[in-house]
């Protein structure tokens, strides 16, 4: 009898060892359709039609000065800024799941915004949009990766996912420009514009399958939206290391966004086609795509990450 009863006690524990270990490989498959649905997200964001046809959009059929459409920009950076520590501040109090659905669906609408008519009004309320999309999923994404790898014991491969992640935007923009330049002359520039709307949203309904992976993480009773809110102002006047990088991000990007934004104006100058303009923008994505993914292995490679950054700030 007592033997009887150890083996039934044995087959109880392998049983459900075995349930465990199911169990474990369900959810390994769960936090692993995070990783590949993130990157079918970032394609989808990355689906901007219009960018091989900006200046055109904004000097032709939204009939606005090139001042204008850089006020237009400043204004939109602005945003972002405004926008940055309170929607983080989202992503943190409710979950960054919720911050992705959000954001994604902001920069829907303001896609059909910004092309419902050519007024700057309608423009700054469709930039406002796009700055909201952007401030909710920047760093929200990054932070939900993370948290999915720790899911998975796999933290150590952040940076390559990130840069994958960054790679198929990069792919999106690449795919797109060209049809968005196509569109443009085939049909018009502001439904270049509206047709954005299909990629973003298909981006937002993914997002809702997404596994929120912070869920059980412990959380401070007392904490609340304002307080998180506070926390990150705190932070950013306390925090010298953090100030300067700040700074150095805000540098960086301005550089960037100049040649952004100027380069149109000079194959416009060149007496460019605009159906090319797309595949001008196309080859310039995949110079981007290639040393997206050959910066994560030049940062291993590199143990002065302060000179990591000064090469990283140096180069645009």
Not at 221 to 234: H, M
Not at 260 to 278: D, R
Request: charged residues 15%; hydrophobic residues 50%; contains cysteine.
């Amino acid at each position: 009898m007592t033997e009887l009863k150890e083996c039934t006690g044995d087959r109880i524990v392998q049983s459900q060892l075995g349930a465990e270990k199911e169990d474990s490989y369900f959810d390994l498959g769960i936090w692993k359709s995070n990783i590949w649905k993130s990157y079918l997200v970032h394609f989808f964001m990355g689906c901007h039609l219009i960018s091989g046809v900006l200046i055109p959009f904004f000097l032709t059929w939204g009939k606005l000065t090139f001042v204008e459409v850089m006020f237009l920009q400043s204004y939109y950076t602005i945003m972002i800024l405004i926008f940055e520590i309170p929607c983080g501040a989202i992503a943190d109090y409710i979950s960054r799941k919720f911050s992705l659905i959000l954001g994604g669906l902001s920069t829907a609408l303001a896609a059909l915004v910004y092309a419902s008519y050519p007024n700057i009004v309608i423009f700054a309320i469709g930039e406002t949009l796009f700055a909201l999309g952007y401030a909710l999923t920047s760093g929200t994404d990054q932070a939900f990766s993370y948290d999915t790898l720790r899911k998975m014991g796999k933290e150590e491969e952040i940076s390559k996912i990130m840069a994958r992640n960054r790679s198929y935007f990069l792919v999106g923009i690449g795919i797109s420009a060209p049809i968005g330049s196509i569109i443009g002359v085939v049909f018009s520039l502001s439904l270049t514009m509206s047709f954005m709307f299909f990629p973003f949203i298909i981006a937002t309904l993914i997002s809702l399958t997404l596994k929120e992976p912070n869920h059980d993480l412990e959380r401070d009773e007392s904490e609340n939206y304002l307080k998180i809110v506070k926390s990150g102002f705190t932070e950013l006047t306390t925090n010298k290391i953090l100030r300067t990088l700040a700074v150095e991000m805000v540098l960086t990007e301005a550089l960037v966004f100049f040649l952004i934004w100027t380069y149109q104006v000079y194959l416009e100058a060149l007496n460019f086609q605009l159906i090319f303009f797309g595949f001008v923008s196309t080859l310039m994505t995949l110079i981007q795509i290639l040393f997206n993914n050959i910066l994560p292995t030049l940062e291993n490679k590199i143990d002065n990450k302060r000179r990591f950054l000064k090469i990283f700030t140096i180069i645009p």
